[in-house]
């Protein structure tokens, strides 16, 4: 299947993430309040926002404090007010990132990436400068446990799904953007409600990385990850089977 490797280390990366548990509530409440501001806070008629409580919820977030985000969005509880805005550049290696954020201050953003890329000896460029190298779809996740991969994959397919992969860290399922909503809802009768739904950038190609480089690179990801103000991170590297090893493990 085209992209295999990106969509494994989708999986991993997000193994990682969830371990880093309060930064991962800062920015989920970010994106409760921002996806409430933009489209309501009615999650069955406002798909961006209910694909973020999926997510609160996979991460075991308390629903006051979900409830907070959602009043702070629509307004009923001050205001919040976030900028989303993407950022591309180049990472050790040439890796191609695209870096996705809410901000409530720009200039502070723009600034801490741009420092985090030169650090790590990469460099953020202009607008459109590496989104070419990549496709934009939809993504949907389920756990392992929901049942086998043939099965998923022809619940996937009768859906309208593009392309399925299923592993020990669960099943990850690509959409047309324009798909991603009625895709879920199809599996959602299958399944029950998916750990994460979400627009994503897969890489047309990916480069393999691995030694110091590849360390390099990760480290980049991890400091980028790990600002407040940074969403997701995408790129356009397939991981030494050593490195991958060792990072999750380290």
């Known amino acids: 299947m085209a992209g295999h490797s990106q969509f494994k280390n989708i999986m991993h990366r997000k193994g990682a993430q969830d371990k880093k548990r309060g930064k991962i509530f800062t920015k989920l409440i970010r994106e409760i309040s921002t996806s409430a501001k933009s489209g309501g806070g009615d999650p069955n008629s406002n798909p961006r ?27 009923a509880d001050g205001a919040d007010n976030y900028d989303e805005i993407r950022y591309e550049g180049y990472g050790p290696g040439g890796i ?52 086998g991969a ?48 979400k627009l994503s950038f897969k890489p047309l190609n ?17 400091t980028l990850e790990d600002n407040d103000d940074v969403q997701t991170v995408f790129g356009n590297y397939e991981l030494d089977a050593a490195l991958l090893a060792e990072w999750e493990n380290g």
């Open 49 to 75: 926002l209910r694909s973020a409580l999926m997510a609160a919820r996979a991460a075991n977030m308390p629903k006051d404090t979900i409830e907070r985000a959602i009043k702070r969005g629509i307004g």
């Open 206 to 222: 990916t480069l393999p990385i691995a030694g110091e480089v590849g360390k390099a690179l990760l480290k980049l990801i991890d």
């Open 96 to 147: 191609a990132l695209i870096v996705e954020s809410l901000t409530d201050n720009r200039t502070r953003t723009a600034g801490e990436i741009r420092s985090a890329f030169a650090k790590a000896g990469g460099n953020l460029g202009e607008s459109n400068s590496v989104s070419f190298m990549f496709e934009r779809l939809g993504m949907i996740q389920y756990p392992a446990s929901i049942g």
């Open 150 to 197: 043939d099965r998923v994959l022809e619940a996937a397919i009768d859906a309208g799904a593009q392309d399925v992969e299923s592993g020990d860290h669960g099943h990850f399922i690509a959409t047309a953007p324009d798909d991603l909503n009625q895709v879920r809802e199809a599996l959602e009768k299958s399944f029950g409600a998916p750990v994460m739904a």
